[in-house]
């Protein structure tokens, strides 16, 4: 059949087509030069919501990683100044033995109670030992004030309140450096008032009452060596914790990249040869259009 | 023989005409709206009175010519005209869609300063009294308050233009129904089937099919080809009738949209949109109110949470949490009419909640007054005045008579950062709660911010309070001189005086548990993790992030709808304009091959008349000789 098709018509309606073209070809490459399926939502919105939400999760494991990385250096700090306090509760446990044996006399006793004075002092500075922020370690909430001070009469008491801050940033609960009274004890019965107690048995002129104040100091030492082994294992379980979840973030970013490069990635392969398949088809439409279009009866008409 | 040189005659006037209207046909195969034209001819009867000298006349009369006649399809034409107003409304829709889609994502989205905002209360959650940690949560809040202003800017200059661009297309409308008016006033004085009819025929084909691409339209034309255009459908107002056009002008629909009426002010009535770029326009404009409204729902989510949970919160002075947002603001703009160049600047007292204002320059006494709109109160001076929490300053000089509109703005718009040093950011609770150090029972204390106490105790307690193990589990909340403020079991929420404590676990009897209220600079990081749980808690719309995310898709979904319908809407005209064209459009080939038939046509006749002159002469030499 002989189809009557105006020429402008035909024209308008091929360069529509040839512009048509013409953009899917620009969206592609733009497609390809930033290596993503789609460059605003409306191409993709439900590839749009899950690349979004992706991307959330990936900022916020970045944040849980801050958090996890701040806790374990707090952790770490308060480990290193645990097991510092246990050796010094092992030197004074020593001493202790020392005083109570029968071959230390009257004139090495100050001695020993000078260095006994001086592992308390030290056992102090551990107790308010603080972290890179120089907050207090072992104040819980309060940790903003030394955790231990002194009083007016010398006794060591604890200043702390409440709980410390741990990995919560990171959406986990208790992974806080332990408070005071968990490592030394409370004021009247922990490690503190076990050396004070000490120090005034090492002075005691009676030799009965001195021998029973060393014996009841070494028990009580043995208790607050114990408080503090266990604390130190809390810790210590805690870091492991802290490092798994570290696996777990890297695990997540990984699988958030994935999705990522699912939802958003671009094939290129798949892209170029679109590309390559729509510039054959322009070229083609072009060089028929000139063919078909080119001439007419006029141009036969002698 | 004067009958051979007759027809003959007739026929070479026809064929003339024929090949005359070929040539137009030809000039105009690129001119848009043109319909091909045919000369009508048919054959005429023998002449009635026969002259003396035919006594045996044959049978034939030439041939005339009858009109010219267009090769329009009314069918076709109302259907290319249906799809070109589908593409019209398509794209117009398409256009405004696409922009208000890039004022709410890529550079422009909130999700990353949501994002980084919630980030930064993680970070300061980790380490709560670090000053660049509370100062950057600070600029992390100011720049998601920037970003609500922002795109509630984008969104509020997008309305206006779009407004305009309506405006602008109702305009439009009113002049097309003008020229269409005009063509029908010149189709009524024209003859029918003349060469002038096919012209004025062609422009109001045109102009119709223009009118369509502004708003649906039922067409009649009447035996002269006079247009009757309503809108809508049959029974839509009249928007021209004969040589009659109406006014028409677009107005805003409360719930979005906009409204075509058409008729003059007071007695218009209103038309439907069905398609053509009005009704893209209004599509458009009621998904951007939307938009908007989302915007500012979230904005003031945003603002009524984090103040609440901030609120809650004791900052490092030690002092209540204030509110993190403001969430109105003045929003200052010059009267058309302004003669100077003043500039005004607006500051807003901390909770003021003004209503709209006037700021007026008095030129004779060099004074400025701001009143209340409603001129309820006003105060007159020199600058600065305040009323109602409203300080304005001016910068520029004013003339006599220049006026200044204030309105205040909430949600999207209004939302911005109040004020706050980093000392002033609440990261630590109001109340700490611990078990007392020696406590036999495994237990843990959980307190959180209540109301003060109703009545008030008498007298006042004194602090601190705590909660002892009673024999048989129960619990009392005492003041320190072991006044009991109440009681209650292991698990209940324990009401005391601004605050609420619940004891859980297994506590052994003469346990207790302390409570104080944070001190400076103490506290830890329970309230940023109250901020943080922020990011999880649901409302009716789900959590912050899914109403973003609804946000974005309620303006990305319609826009990727309409791309697809806008695809077929054009396959749809150009298939239509194709049927057109086939029916009502200048083919160069046929022409041609017309032509060639006209033109041996014109030589046969001429060859006729030839012939007759040659066969006279032959006649009137033998009658000569």
């Known amino acids: 059949m002989f189809v009557l098709v105006s020429g402008r018509q035909v024209a308008s309606t091929a360069a529509e087509r040839m512009v048509a073209i013409d953009n899917r070809i620009e969206r592609l490459e733009g497609r390809i030069a930033r290596g993503e399926r789609f460059t605003e939502p409306a191409e993709d919105p439900a590839g749009q919501l899950r690349a979004a939400a992706l991307a959330r999760l990936d900022a916020r494991l970045v944040a849980e990683q801050r958090g996890i990385d701040r806790a374990s250096s707090r952790l770490a700090l308060a480990e290193t100044a645990v097991a510092d306090a246990g050796r010094l509760l092992v030197r004074a446990r020593e001493l202790a033995l020392l005083a109570a044996n029968g071959t230390t006399g009257p004139a090495d006793r100050p001695v020993i109670a000078a260095e006994v004075r001086g592992l308390r002092d030290q056992l102090l500075a551990l107790a308010n030992a603080r972290d890179e922020a120089g907050r207090f370690l072992f104040a819980g909430a309060r940790d903003g004030l030394p955790a231990y001070a002194e009083d007016e009469e010398g006794v060591v008491r604890y200043e702390g309140f409440g709980t410390a801050h741990g990995a919560e940033a990171a959406g986990i609960e208790g992974l806080a450096p332990p408070t005071g009274p968990e490592l030394f004890g409370t004021d009247e019965t922990g490690a503190f008032a076990t050396l004070d107690d000490l120090l005034e048995a090492l002075t005691e002129p009676d030799d009965v009452l001195r021998q029973q104040g060393l014996e009841a100091a070494l028990a009580a030492l043995v208790e607050d060596q114990d408080r503090l082994a266990t604390a130190q294992a809390l810790i210590g379980t805690a870091m492991a914790r802290l490092e798994s979840e570290t696996e777990r973030v890297a695990a997540g970013r990984l699988e958030v990249a994935r999705g990522l490069a699912s939802v958003k990635g671009l094939d290129l392969a798949a892209a170029f040869s679109e590309l390559e398949a729509l510039r054959l088809t322009l070229g083609a439409a072009q060089e028929i259009f000139q063919r078909v279009h080119g001439t007419s009866l006029f141009d036969r008409l002698g | ?625």
Not at chain 2, 4 to 18: K, P, Y
Not at chain 2, 100 to 107: D, E, F, H, R, Y
Not at chain 2, 113 to 133: N, T
Not at chain 2, 476 to 504: C, H, K, M, N, P
């Open chain 2, 1 to 625: 023989m004067s009958d051979l040189l007759g027809l003959s005659l007739s026929g070479v006037r026809a064929t003339r005409m024929a090949l005359e209207q070929i040539a137009d046909n030809v000039a105009n195969a690129a001119t848009p709206g043109h319909v091909r034209r045919s000369v009508q001819v048919g054959s005429l009867l023998p002449p009635a009175a026969l002259s003396p000298f035919e006594r045996d006349p044959v049978g034939a009369g030439g041939v005339e010519v009858r009109g010219i006649v267009r090769a329009a399809d009314l069918i076709r034409q109302d259907s290319l005209r249906r799809t070109e107003g589908d593409v019209a409304m398509l794209e117009a829709a398409e256009r405004w869609l696409s922009l208000v889609q890039a004022s709410l994502t890529g550079p422009a989205s909130l999700a990353q300063p949501l994002s980084e905002l919630f980030a930064s209360l993680s970070d300061l959650a980790a380490d709560p009294s670090s000053i660049a940690v509370r100062a950057t949560f600070l600029s992390r809040a100011d720049a998601l308050a920037d970003r609500f202003n922002a795109s509630a800017a984008d969104l509020g200059r997008l309305e206006r233009d779009l407004k305009a661009d309506a405006d602008g297309e109702a305009a439009r409308l009113v002049s097309l129904g003008r020229a269409l008016a005009e063509v029908n006033l010149q189709l009524r004085r024209t003859t029918p089937g003349s060469g002038a009819a096919a012209g004025l025929a062609d422009r109001r084909d045109k102009l119709l099919g223009e009118i369509a691409q502004v708003a649906t339209i039922d067409v009649r034309l009447d035996a002269r080809g006079m247009a009757q255009v309503r809108l809508g459908d049959a029974g839509g107002p009249l928007l021209v009738d004969g040589p009659r056009s109406e006014a028409a002008r677009v107005v805003r629909a409360p719930d979005g949209g906009f409204v075509l009426r058409i008729g003059a002010a007071g007695s218009d009535e209103p038309a439907p949109l069905l398609s053509g770029a009005l009704a893209g326009l209004s599509l458009a404009r009621t998904l951007l109110v939307e938009a908007g409204n989302r915007l500012d729902a979230l904005a003031d989510r945003v603002a009524a949470d984090m103040n609440a949970a901030h609120m809650a919160g004791a900052d490092a002075t030690g002092a209540d949490g204030e509110p993190l947002f403001a969430t109105t603001r003045m929003v200052v703009d010059a009267a058309a009419g302004n003669g100077g160049d003043a500039r005004i600047a607006v500051s807003l007292a901390d909770g003021a909640a003004p209503g709209p204002m006037r700021l007026a320059f008095n030129a004779t006494s060099g004074e400025w007054t701001l009143a209340r709109a409603d001129l309820s109160a006003s105060v007159t001076g020199t600058m600065p005045l305040s009323l109602d929490g409203v300080t304005v300053e001016a910068a520029g000089t004013p003339r006599g008579g220049d006026l200044f509109l204030l309105s205040p703005r909430t949600g999207a718009a209004g939302i911005a950062l109040r004020p706050l040093a980093p000392a002033q950011v609440a990261a630590a609770p109001r109340w700490l709660a611990d078990a007392a150090p020696g406590n036999a029972g495994v237990a843990r204390a959980e307190i959180r911010r209540g109301p003060p106490l109703d009545p008030p105790p008498a007298p006042p307690l004194v602090l601190p309070l705590a909660v002892e193990v009673l024999p048989g589990g129960l619990l009392e909340l005492r003041d320190a001189d072991g006044v009991v403020v109440t009681s209650g079991a292991v698990g209940d929420w324990l009401a005391g005086d601004g605050f609420e404590i619940r004891i859980s676990g297994r506590p052994a009897e003469g346990d207790s548990f302390r409570i104080r209220m944070t001190e400076p600079g103490q506290g830890g990081n329970a309230n940023a993790v109250a901020l943080l749980a922020l990011r999880e808690a649901r409302g009716p719309l789900g959590t912050l992030e899914d109403s973003h995310d609804r946000l974005v898709s309620g303006i990305a979904v319609p826009l990727s709808e309409t791309r697809v319908r806008e695809e077929a809407a054009r396959a749809n005209r150009d298939a239509a304009a194709e049927a057109l064209a086939q029916a009502s459009g200048v083919d160069l080939n046929r022409e041609a091959a017309e032509m060639l038939l006209f033109q041996q046509a014109y030589q046969a006749n001429a060859r006729i008349i030839q012939t007759a002159r040659e066969t006279f002469a032959a006649l009137l030499q033998s009658v000569g000789t």
